[in-house]
């Protein structure tokens, strides 16, 4: 699929989904773009907080590797999911990742249309060559998933293993091992 325009569908799923909450007088709260290739172990983020002047900044990234090669419904259903983050943040200003604001706002999508399915985690392909200079290995002592890292990262546990075996929530059981890369 080739790349497409973010703020159209944006402004779309924004009117269906959120009754207008994510750009009131038609200005979105938060701005939007394709990555600039690097994004590549993940579909989509959002972020907010502060740039180097102070300056608030809420960004929704959508990556190019990933996204492009895969159908539409990809797309769209990975909008929505960082738009929910979006709302949870900007709107309801709730600090909170996945949790139940997140969970009952992607049940609403779900049930009020069939073009897409969001979801907590999506399981898209990783591109060839996802990992080029990853020196570490996180493996998860629980489910035994592995993937590369280019560094070591503290705290980080098994997002499937958390949800299902600890309701979503993060739980010291599921923390990754990080081991390092065979040259």
Known sequence: MPLEPLLPLFHRLNREHFDGSLAPAARPLVS????????????????????ATGRVVCEIVLS??????????????????EMIHAWVDRVLVVQEVHGPHFRARMAVINAAQDGFVVSVRHRYPLPAGAAPGCRWIARCPRCGVSAPY????RNLACRACCELHHGGLWDASCLLEFVEAAA
């Open 64 to 81: 190019r590797p990933l996204l492009e090669p895969l159908p539409r419904e990809a797309l769209l259903s990975t909008l929505c999911h």
């Open 150 to 153: 280019r560094r070591r990262v």
């Open 32 to 51: 939007l773009r394709w990555s600039d290739g690097r994004l590549r172990r993940s579909a989509g983020l959002y972020r907010s907080g502060r740039d």
